[in-house]
């Protein structure tokens, strides 16, 4: 794997990461939990995601 391959996995892994905190801060407010308590939520998110599956998902685009 060169330097560009790990790039874009981290890439992936960033924007995923971003998303997962997206959604679970607005999840946690709409269900009505303080700021700090969605900020938790959101970390929350970004801890429970599949890193394999994203990796998984980025060699499927690969072989494409």
Do not use: H
Not at 17 to 27: K, M, S
Not at 33 to 46: F, H, K, Y
């Amino acid at each position: 794997m060169d330097t560009a391959d790990k790039k874009e996995i981290a890439e992936k892994v960033r924007q995923s990461c971003i998303e997962a905190a997206r959604e679970g801060f607005q999840d946690a407010s709409m269900r009505g939990l303080c700021t700090e308590g969605a900020a938790e939520a959101a970390i929350g998110a970004i801890q429970s995601l599949d890193l394999e599956n994203i990796i998984a998902k980025n060699k499927k685009t690969e072989a494409k």
